[in-house]
Nanobody, 123 residues
Framework: QVHLLQSGGGLVQAGGSLRLSCTAE????????MGWFRQAPGKEREFVAT????????YYADSVTGRFTISRDNAKNTLYLQMNNLNTDDTAVYYC????????????????WGQGTQVTVSS
């Protein structure tokens, strides 16, 4: 069992930056492929970014490539999402996930979810 506790988020103006954190309780954090998903009002939950267990490879949704950076610190059991140049389309509840791979897709299949954190970008 992995318990994911998120922090960060909030309200920011368009063009601004925020950083999300996700800390895992448990000793197996480093064994999971981690990622971020988000869900905007009235829309389905969507993939944002993922990072390998060692942190040496990352993969992003096209909508955030070049603006968001996912990283992890296995010594601290913590996952991060640095979000720069935010726009109103980034407004959503963001979820960190711990999961595994399935098939050839680099997107993780979530096994555990964080509680979610609201990010609101104003114009």
């Amino acid at each position: 069992q992995v318990h994911l506790l998120q922090s960060g988020g909030g309200l920011v103006q368009a063009g601004g930056s925020l950083r999300l954190s996700c800390t895992a309780e448990g000793r197996v954090f480093f064994t999971y492929r981690m990622g971020w998903f988000r869900q905007a009002p009235g829309k389905e939950r969507e993939f944002v970014a993922t990072i390998t267990q060692s942190g040496d490879d990352t993969y992003y949704a096209d909508s955030v490539t070049g603006r968001f950076t996912i990283s992890r610190d296995n010594a601290k059991n913590t996952l991060y999402l640095q979000m720069n140049n935010l726009n109103t389309d980034d407004t959503a509840v963001y979820y960190c996930v711990a999961g595994t791979l399935s098939g050839r897709s680099p997107r993780p299949v979530p096994k555990y979810w964080g509680q979610g954190t609201q990010v609101t970008v104003s114009s």
